[in-house]
């Protein structure tokens, strides 16, 4: 679930800008939260997803261009972080033209803030929905490949949790081999969907969920068990995987999980910062998700640059696993949580700067 209202007054705010407008076009909410360029131009997705109030967008949209900042700044990147947000109705379907007009409406609102801020397709958008933002703005990346942008950074994203899962099970069993183990994918979107593929492949034994139920053909596809997305976090297993969207981990689902491990895609995936130490006092191993999702980042940033190489890219998104593996390290070291260790990991890169 995105964050709600009533954690909108315990974020604190530390945001460089936010900008919120109502689209001339769409009339839909529309936020753009730009929360550190220290590192450089602020880098992060736009999301298009259904809220029951503005402010839960709002919300969403503090948490998450702040996890940008330290995803960005974790992988070695000169970027800052900032994120945009368009609030759907609940229940709401947009039309292709509705959809164009949103699009339209945060190009605007993107070049408005005059380069501080580049957006790319989130939750809910495409490389085909960049490529309307591009008509309003040049400050956008993921374009179809064929329009000569980049493409989406699904691929990436999904082989840096991967790679990350690897070190997980490392971590936890002294190997990174995954056949036979127990894995519960929680979303099965863009990024869920490919691991899940892969991890069949590789010979895990995975239970699946996703709240979209035509997602359960594809469980049938890969001989996955399939169960109801309010049961995927009472599995026993050896790793949760969270793809979908955040704040997931709530105290009651730490106190329900039944797994050694716990590394996905999703953004924000701890309801609470205090969620680290309630995961650590489990002796559940949580790898923060801002570095293990950091391959998407990498992959626009690297690959936008001129001469751009595919196998230094793909190197770079496999580096998540080491990073992963480092994190692990320094948290037993010094005795402290694998989120303070990671988060130590991008202030050191901030305070640099």
């Known amino acids: 679930m995105p964050t709600t209202a009533v954690q909108l007054e315990s974020i604190p705010f530390d945001h460089e800008r936010v900008v919120m ?10 936020i753009v939260a730009v929360h550190s360029t220290v590192l450089g131009q602020a880098l992060g997705g736009a999301r298009l997803w259904a809220y029951p109030h503005w402010t839960d967008a709002l919300a969403d949209a503090l948490r998450l261009s702040e996890g940008m900042t330290l995803k960005n700044a974790a992988a070695g990147l000169n970027r800052g972080g900032g994120k945009s947000v368009i609030c759907l109705p609940m229940r709401a379907a947009l039309t292709d033209e509705q959809k164009r007009d ?22 809910g958008s495409s490389a085909e929905l960049m490529a309307i933002v591009s008509e309003r703005t040049k400050h956008v990346c993921g374009l179809p490949a064929e329009q000569g942008g980049v493409g989406e950074p699904a691929d990436a994203t999904s082989e840096g949790v991967h790679s990350s899962i690897l070190a997980t099970l490392d971590a936890l069993f002294g190997s990174k081999d995954v056949s036979g183990r127990r894995i519960v994918i929680s979303g099965l979107g863009q990024v869920g969907g490919r691991l899940a593929r892969r991890l069949a492949a590789e010979g895990a034994a995975l239970t699946v969920t996703d709240v979209n139920l035509g997602k359960k053909e594809l469980a049938d596809s890969l001989g996955a068990t399939w169960v ?3 049961d995927a976090l009472t599995v026993e297993a050896d790793l ?7 704040g997931v981990l709530t105290s009651q689902a730490i106190a329900d999980l039944r797994v050694k491990g716990v590394v996905g895609a999703a953004n924000n995936q701890l309801a609470s910062h205090d969620g ?12 923060p998700d801002f570095v ?8 626009l940033d690297m690959a936008m640059r001129p001469g751009a190489d595919a196998a230094a890219i793909a190197a770079r998104v496999t580096e998540i696993g080491d990073v992963v593996a480092t994190i692990f390290r320094d948290s037993a070291a010094k005795g402290i949580t ?9 202030a050191a890169r901030l305070d640099a700067a």
């Open 102 to 123: 949103a699009m339209l409406d945060l190009g605007d609102v993107v070049e408005s803030l005059g380069g501080a801020y580049m957006t790319a397709e989130d939750v």
């Open 21 to 30: 407008v109502t689209g001339s076009r769409s009339r839909l909410p529309i």
């Open 292 to 299: 293990v999702n950091g391959g998407g980042v990498i992959y």
């Open 228 to 230: 109801d997305a309010a």
């Open 338 to 346: 694998t989120l303070a260790a990671a988060e130590q990991l991008a």
């Open 240 to 246: 949760f995987v969270p793809c979908g969207l955040g």
């Open 276 to 287: 680290a130490a309630e995961l650590a006092a489990r002796g559940i191993l949580w790898a």
